[in-house]
């Protein structure tokens, strides 16, 4: 279901290099992400995921080389930026709002207002149905959407990052070590939910960082390899097996 | 991580169902206050003998007013993850700022102005307002904790305070600066009511509003509200100046309580705000409360004020009572972090 889509290129990244003082944490890096295409970007600790990650959801730029969005050069001063354009990280602390419920937090930043005597204020009614319709899509199910986040479990929290992610008409979803928290069964529901969305989302496509080659091998079309700041590899999942990756990881293979 | 009891791949399996008396127990905790209220009130009915009655309810809420516009700054502060401690002496400095200005008088050590209402008021808003922009500006620019910013701003407007008249106090304020607590329904001063709707509005604010919803994510997870564009530091200074006009009105009615004002006037407030907003379940971690339990916690405290003071206790009892239930209220503040986080 993969090689087949490389009509349409969504993302570009382009020679990207980025050096912290003396350290090269990127070298020359290059890969496109296809349209609907879920790439896995996998590599040791220090081979430059998360640098990559960073720079490409605007926390900081790169030295040099570019990256653009369906053929446009794009440069993010900021995250906001960057989602702006249509790119969305969900990070490790998945960035929730513990003690707000999970439509607030679906919201948060975006909230649907009337004016009333100049005040901006919640129409709650409609953000609730709006979440219930994007939440019942995915197949999750959450107790109350007006139960705060704290009292959901790792799997359901996860997921409410995750759709929130994916609601606003955004393009390009970074997953950066998102199942780190999660036990064993509920890692599997929750890929399942978010490679369902991203297959049944057409706008949608996903860079998904994981050290578990398992993990990536369940959800993703392509993988890159970086190891010390370089591409090693772009691969197509179904010409390659885990072992094969994990020696391109640490450099049995080249 | 937690059990799943689930049956197959549906990820519906992963939801774990909690008792419904689960639910039922966390909202009895949630507002608890007013069951101990309620409570109270009954005991102190029963035993204590003039407690019970029309003009000394109504007292309780009237000198609750004062405390209760504070509890409302101080609440929204820590519902925002931050503290204001100057309150207190914002409210004392205003006082005494409206009160000089509208005294006719010259001696003791009034201004001679009695300038009207209408110019004094809006005046010592704004002094409040900038003195809490100020406040908020230290918090979000220079990044000054809150507490060590207040604590200076505590100290030193009490200083402009006595500044004013160098330590005299004031006395006699226009007849039209008194107003509010001076014209009454069925004895009950109009400050009341406007405290009543103050609550009622800042209640939706904060509730119901985006500029509310902003304040509790801020106080919740400020680097999250920041990732979802939520402009942080303009939303924590409107704030402290919300809270320093709070205090300024506070000022207005307490100068107009005792007609003028002393070098000591609002003086030792903060410890009661403090403590009527954490009995109220204002969380001392930011992020949670609400504005109607916080009212509880105001009436709750001006409650056994009363009571106490109708049986004459001694003065340094109340206090230690007073110090009693605080802790109090923080370590069920705690607990209730701790038992009812179901991972």
Redesign the interface.
């Known amino acids: 279901m993969n090689s087949k889509k490389s009509y349409t290129k969504i993302l570009e990244i382009k020679n990207i290099s980025k050096s912290f003082g003396a350290v090269v944490a990127l070298n020359n890096v290059s890969f496109d992400l296809y349209e609907n295409e879920i790439v896995g970007l996998v590599g040791d600790n220090g081979a430059g995921k998360t640098t990559l990650i960073k720079i490409i959801s605007g926390v900081f730029p790169a030295d040099s080389g570019e990256i653009r969005m369906n053929g446009k050069k794009v440069y993010f001063k900021s995250t906001l930026d960057a989602r702006k354009a249509g790119i969305e990280t969900v990070y490790q602390d998945l960035s929730l709002c513990d003690k707000l419920d999970v439509v607030s937090n679906l919201f948060l930043g975006r909230e649907r207002c009337r004016k009333i005597l100049g005040i901006d204020f919640l129409i709650e009614k409609e953000m609730e149905v709006y979440a219930a319709n994007s939440l019942s899509k995915t197949g999750i199910d959450i107790p109350s959407l007006k139960e705060k986040v704290r009292f959901l479990s790792g799997g359901q929290r996860q997921c409410t990052a995750f759709v929130r992610a994916t609601m606003w008409g955004s393009k390009i979803i970074l997953l950066d070590e998102p199942y780190a928290a999660l036990g064993v069964r509920e890692t599997a529901k929750v890929l399942k939910v978010t490679e369902n969305l991203i297959r049944t989302n057409k706008n949608l496509s996903m860079i998904f960082i994981s050290h578990n080659l398992q993990h990536v091998f369940s959800i993703v079309d392509r993988i890159v390899v970086l190891r010390h700041g370089e591409v090693i590899g772009i691969k197509v999942k179904k010409e390659i097996n885990p072992d094969e990756i994990v020696g391109m990881i640490t450099g049995a293979i080249f | ?2 059990e ?1 009891s ?1 049956t197959g ?10 008792p419904k008396i689960y639910y039922i127990g966390r909202n009895i905790l949630d507002n608890a206050i007013w069951i101990i209220l309620v409570l109270l009130i009954l005991i102190f009915s029963s035993t204590v003998n003039g407690f019970f009655s029309y003009i000394n309810l109504i007292n309780i809420i009237y000198h609750s007013v004062y405390i209760g516009l504070l509890v409302i700054a101080m609440s929204m502060c820590l519902i925002c993850g931050q503290m204001d401690l100057s309150l207190e002496s914002n409210a004392g400095l205003t006082a005494m700022l409206g009160a000089w200005l509208s005294t006719s008088n010259t001696l003791p050590a009034g201004s001679g102005l009695g300038l009207s209402p209408l110019f004094v008021v809006p005046l010592i808003f704004i002094v409040g307002g900038i003195i809490g922009a100020l406040n908020g500006i230290a918090v979000t620019k220079l990044k000054v904790n809150s507490f060590i910013v207040t604590l200076a701003g505590y100290v030193a407007y009490r200083g402009f305070a006595i500044l004013i008249t160098e330590g005299a106090s004031v006395r006699g304020a226009t007849p039209a600066y008194r107003i509010l607590d001076t014209v009454t329904v069925h004895s009950i001063p109009l400050v009341v009511f406007v405290v009543i709707v103050l609550y009622i509005f800042f209640y ?2 904060l509730r ?4 509310g ?1 902003y304040i ?2 801020i106080g ?2 400020i ?3 920041k ?4 402009k942080v530091d303009a939303v924590i200074i409107k704030v402290f100046m919300i809270a320093g006009v709070l205090a300024a009105s506070c000022g207005w009615f307490l100068s107009a309580r005792i007609d003028g004002a002393t070098a000591n006037t609002a003086r030792g407030m903060i410890f009661d705000v403090f403590a009527a907003a954490v009995i109220g379940g204002i969380s001392l971690k930011g ?2 409360g609400n504005l109607v339990n916080a009212l509880g916690g105001v009436l709750l405290l001006g409650a056994i004020t009363s009571a106490l003071n109708i049986v004459a206790v001694p003065v340094f009892y109340i206090r230690i009572m007073r110090g009693g239930l605080i802790a109090f209220a923080v370590i069920v503040d705690s607990l209730k972090t701790k038992y ?4």
């Open positions: 991580m937690n799943i689930d791949g549906n990820i519906t399996g992963m939801i774990k169902t909690k939706l604010l119901k509003s985006k500029f919803r509790y994510a919740d997870n680097e999250a509200a990732n979802f564009g939520v992020g949670e009812l986080q179901v991972k």
